[in-house]
């Protein structure tokens, strides 16, 4: 038996595109979040009801980027990497697509959906339902909270959106080569 054929299976699949291409999107999908968390939390800008949607796709692709990267590296069947990387890229292309009409809704390109309006309140408290008035704060889907160099965050998500397809593409037609 030679030193290379005695060695695991995770030496060859090291450098797997399947598996390179599921990492990346995890990681940039968990760094996406990091940052919404940290806008959200740290800075106080509150996301509305389509940001919060937006999340959805990340959500989605953090565990789902680690089972695929996983399975790549335990030399999983290669249809099965192939469904996990496609998978992937369709979220993230939905994602995009859902982001930048938020972005048209923004820009005033179409109206935005009418559940952007604030928080629900509990009436079922009437003495102190102007209290809980004065504490709503109403985001919009409608009004920019923040732009950096003149592109809002869900310019931004259309972005990253894009990229984390892009490298998903990239795996699934390097992965269907391999």
């Not at 990492?23 to 509305?48: D, N, Y």
């Not at 496609?86 to 179409?110: D, K, Q, R, S």
Request: charged residues 10%; contains cysteine.
């Amino acid at each position: 038996m030679t030193v290379a054929a005695a060695q695991p299976s995770h030496v060859h699949t090291a450098g797997s595109p399947a598996l390179t291409a599921s990492a990346a999107v995890a990681v940039i999908a968990a760094a996406t979040l990091a940052g919404a968390w940290f806008f959200q939390l740290v800075l106080e800008i509150l996301p509305c009801p389509l940001c919060l949607e937006q999340r959805y796709a990340y959500y989605l692709a953090v565990p789902l980027g680690a089972v695929v990267a996983l399975a790549a590296a335990r030399g999983a069947p290669r249809p099965v990497l192939l469904a996990g990387l496609a998978l992937l890229g369709l979220a993230a292309l939905a994602n995009a697509g859902l982001g930048t009409y938020h972005a048209g809704v923004e820009w005033g390109f179409w109206p935005g959906p009418t559940d952007c309006t604030g928080p629900m309140v509990d009436f079922g408290k009437a003495g102190s339902l102007l209290d809980q008035l004065d504490k709503v704060k109403v985001v919009r889907c409608d009004e920019v909270q923040f732009r950096f160099l003149g592109i809002s965050l869900a310019g931004y998500n259309v972005l990253i959106s894009l990229v984390m397809a892009a490298i998903a593409a990239w795996g699934v037609v390097k992965t269907a080569r391999a």
